[in-house]
């Protein structure tokens, strides 16, 4: 059974770095053509990828917020770690850990998704 | 950046009836394209990818078509279960990107 579960803080303040963790199981990010990515999702809004790490630990990362992203993996603790540097208000958002099990960037496996409010 | 619309908005529909959502994108993107269906407090679930393909244990009444620019999802006989949110994506470039989301509504 494939799972994915995002951790995390639930609130953080204006200007801080958040740190969000997913921990994967029934699948190995080492398997050729795994993938596993953010995406989130303001209140009421619709979704928007953010950042999405390889098997090969190449990396993609939403142009519109590049210099405030960083995807890593941990193949040892079957995890994902996304940090945004500088998070605002307009950040909050559901962030939801994905994974891509395939040749091309569809999400078949998606976390339950964990809500952050940036507020101070 | 690829841009993706979806209409309409919203669709107020009856269980039984056929539907049609709809998912334009602002270049071609040949059939690089997915659907997901959201319902309230939950994750998205993954319907359609390749533009016409079903994913593992999706229903057979859920079909997609398309390429290039235009893609359609059909629900051939609405259930109850159905009444959600739909967003269609794109993968031929990146960004990848969304559409803003079709709602189906009881009528």
């Known amino acids: 059974q494939i799972t994915l579960k995002e951790s995390g803080p639930t609130l953080v303040k204006p200007t801080q770095t958040l740190t969000l963790t997913c921990t994967f199981s029934?699948?190995?990010?080492?398997?050729?053509?795994?993938?596993v990515g953010w995406i989130r999702q303001p209140p009421g809004k619709a979704l928007e990828w953010l950042a999405l790490?390889?098997?090969?630990?190449?990396?993609r990362y939403n142009p519109s917020l590049k210099s405030r992203l960083t995807i890593i993996r941990d193949i040892s603790e079957n995890q994902v770690v996304l940090t945004m540097t500088n998070m605002d208000p307009v950040d909050t958002a559901t962030y939801y850990c994905?994974?891509?099990?395939?040749?091309?960037?569809?999400?078949?496996?998606w976390g339950q998704g964990t809500l952050v409010t940036v507020s101070s | 950046e690829i841009v993706m619309t979806q209409s309409p908005a919203t669709l107020s529909v009856s269980p039984g009836e056929r539907v049609t959502l709809s998912c334009r994108a602002s270049?071609?993107?040949?059939?690089?394209l997915a659907w997901y269906q959201q319902k309230p407090g939950q994750a998205p679930r993954l319907l359609i990818y390749a533009a016409s393909t079903r994913a593992t244990g999706i229903p057979a009444r859920f079909s997609g078509s398309g390429s290039g620019t235009g893609f359609t999802l059909t629900i051939s006989s609405l259930q109850s279960e159905d009444f959600a949110i739909y967003y269609c994506q794109q993968y031929n470039n990146w960004p990848l990107t969304f559409g803003q989301g079709t709602r189906l509504e009881i009528k």
């Open positions: 994905v994974r891509r099990f395939s040749t091309k960037n569809w999400f078949d496996s």
């Open positions: 029934g699948f190995s990010l080492t398997t050729n053509g795994v993938g």
């Open positions: 270049q071609s993107v040949t059939s690089t």
């Open positions: 790490i390889y098997w090969d630990d190449d990396k």
